[in-house]
């Protein structure tokens, strides 16, 4: 599996801002690859547009940061889970290892 966790964020949000101090090495600690998506950056966004609207067709009920976890991002991607909104850095971890978790042990 080629798993990423993909940031879902605005520049606007101090909640997002906040979380980057530690979101990516966090990801990066549990095996992730990070994809950054500042909503304001269309480029990137546009990237991976399809990923976040497979979760969320209009976009209502997303949180502040969104995270999603998926395999194969670029390609022909499959969604493991998601962590919404911000968290403490322990807390943020022990979120996507229960996603890590809960996808080990369906395989």
């Known amino acids: ?8 964020s605005s520049e606007e949000c101090g909640i997002c801002h906040k979380m980057s101090f530690y979101d990516q090495k966090v990801a990066e600690e549990l095996g992730l690859q990070f994809i950054d998506v500042k909503m304001q950056d ?5 990237k991976y547009r399809q990923v976040l609207l497979s979760q969320y067709p209009d976009k209502s009920e997303m949180g502040w940061p969104t995270y999603i976890i998926c395999d194969a991002p670029e390609g022909e991607f499959q969604i493991i889970g998601e962590v919404k909104g911000g968290h403490p850095k322990g807390e943020f971890r022990s979120r996507l290892q229960e996603v890590l978790n809960s996808t080990a042990s369906q395989n």
């Open 1 to 8: 599996m080629n798993l990423a966790v993909i940031k879902f």
């Open 42 to 46: 269309t480029a990137t966004y546009r």
